[in-house]
């Protein structure tokens, strides 16, 4: 990938980031996963692959792995394997909220959590987020060694139904419970981020190889839906980008709201529980800004002139 930015961000400013996908799920997380690469403020550590179990019956037992794949084929296409490490995550959820489930993703967080280093740490969650939940029960001492980012959990005080939480609701309680920084970015508003396909044709199809793919993916996945009632028909939500967007918004201008970490139920709602801590729960978030710094950044690195 070609160093073409005119511009550098002081290191003082930049943040240590791992990034934890479920790659191959749908069609959303390869442009969050190529946003993270592209941004110069955050120094990507690693890229962990997520599992999506309860949601892809066609390749249960094989999430992770076709998420690990999928990020592989990403770097393939950026020009930039074995630029960062890749890890496998946890293979499914946690079988309850007291015990670990074992994998390199989850070891690589507390590795990278437990180092010396003045750079905060955050992990973007863009699915389950099983594999931090069992880092936190290997080494509790994490938790105030990091924060996490999660895309993940339906609109407050409720909560509902949402893809990202149910597929590991005891890794939630984990995470809601372990006393963590936490950026949770809820459903009402990630949606927020809603494109159309005639956009990706016109700003992304045109740069390089990667910019095809993304296009390309997505089309294939919007007709493979053709007998569902989502996706809408030609437009999509690229929900995860807001792990970037979070940190490139000015601290001034971001907009949430501090509450108590619920207790996640069965059914995905939330029960409130006085004594959690605080986390950071977004009210909004600002589309434009993420959007076209995406497009500018695939652009510049990518379109041939």
Same mark, same amino acid.
């Given at each position: 990938?070609?160093?073409?930015?005119?511009?550098?961000?002081?290191?003082?400013?930049?943040?240590?980031?791992?990034?934890?996908?479920?790659?191959?799920?749908?069609?959303?997380?390869?442009?969050?996963?190529?946003?993270?690469?592209?941004?110069?403020?955050?120094?990507?550590?690693?890229?962990?692959?997520?599992?999506?179990?309860?949601?892809?019956?066609?390749?249960?037992?094989?999430?992770?792995?076709?998420?690990?794949?999928?990020?592989?084929?990403?770097?393939?296409?950026?020009?930039?394997?074995?630029?960062?490490?890749?890890?496998?995550?946890?293979?499914?959820?946690?079988?309850?909220?007291?015990? #670990? $489930?074992?994998?390199? &993703? %989850?070891?690589?967080?507390?590795?990278? @959590?437990?180092?010396?280093? !003045? =750079?905060?740490? #955050? $992990?973007?969650?863009? &699915? %389950?987020?099983?594999?931090?939940?069992? @880092?936190?029960?290997?080494? !509790? =001492?994490?938790?105030?060694?990091?924060?996490?980012?999660?895309?993940?959990?339906?609109?407050?005080?409720?909560?509902?139904?949402?893809?990202?939480?149910?597929?590991?609701?005891?890794?939630?309680?984990?995470?809601?419970?372990?006393?963590?920084?936490?950026?949770?970015?809820?459903?009402?508003?990630?949606?927020?981020?809603?494109?159309?396909?005639?956009?990706?044709?016109?700003?992304?199809?045109?740069?390089?190889?990667?910019?095809?793919?993304?296009?390309?993916?997505?089309?294939?996945?919007?007709?493979?839906?053709?007998?569902?009632?989502?996706?809408?028909?030609?437009?999509?939500?690229?929900?995860?980008?807001?792990?970037?967007?979070?940190?490139?918004?000015?601290?001034?201008?971001?907009?949430?709201?501090?509450?108590?970490?619920?207790?996640?139920?069965?059914?995905?709602?939330?029960?409130?529980?006085?004594?959690?801590?605080?986390?950071?729960?977004?009210?909004?978030?600002?589309?434009?800004?993420?959007?076209?710094?995406?497009?500018?950044?695939?652009?510049?690195?990518?379109?041939?002139?």
């Amino acid at each position: 990938m070609k160093k073409v930015l005119c511009f550098q961000v002081p290191e003082k400013k930049r943040v240590r980031m791992i990034v934890d996908t479920d790659c191959k799920n749908e069609a959303d997380d390869q442009f969050a996963l190529a946003h993270h690469l592209m941004t110069p403020m955050l120094e990507v550590k690693g890229i962990i692959a997520a599992h999506f179990e309860k949601g892809r019956p066609d390749l249960r037992g094989k999430t992770m792995m076709a998420s690990y794949d999928e990020i592989n084929l990403m770097l393939d296409l950026m020009e930039l394997r074995g630029a960062y490490p890749v890890l496998k995550g946890c293979a499914d959820a946690l079988p309850d909220e007291h015990t #670990f $489930v074992e994998s390199e &993703g %989850a070891r690589f967080i507390v590795e990278e @959590a437990m180092k010396d280093d !003045p =750079k905060p740490l #955050f $992990v973007a969650l863009q &699915g %389950a987020i099983t594999d931090l939940a069992s @880092a936190l029960l290997m080494e !509790p =001492k994490i938790k105030d060694r990091l924060t996490a980012i999660w895309i993940g959990g339906d609109q407050y005080p409720e909560g509902g139904d949402e893809f990202n939480l149910k597929q590991d609701i005891a890794a939630a309680n984990v995470v809601f419970g372990s006393g963590a920084e936490v950026w949770q970015v809820p459903k009402n508003v990630y949606k927020l981020m809603n494109i159309s396909l005639a956009e990706l044709q016109a700003r992304v199809y045109p740069c390089g190889k990667v910019g095809k793919y993304l296009v390309e993916q997505m089309v294939a996945l919007n007709d493979f839906c053709a007998d569902y009632s989502w996706p809408h028909g030609e437009t999509w939500c690229i929900g995860d980008q807001p792990t970037v967007g979070v940190l490139l918004e000015d601290k001034e201008r971001q907009n949430y709201t501090m509450r108590k970490a619920p207790r996640v139920r069965e059914d995905c709602t939330y029960e409130p529980r006085e004594d959690g801590r605080e986390i950071r729960v977004y009210d909004t978030i600002d589309a434009r800004l993420i959007l076209e710094d995406f497009y500018a950044k695939l652009a510049l690195f990518f379109r041939e002139s």
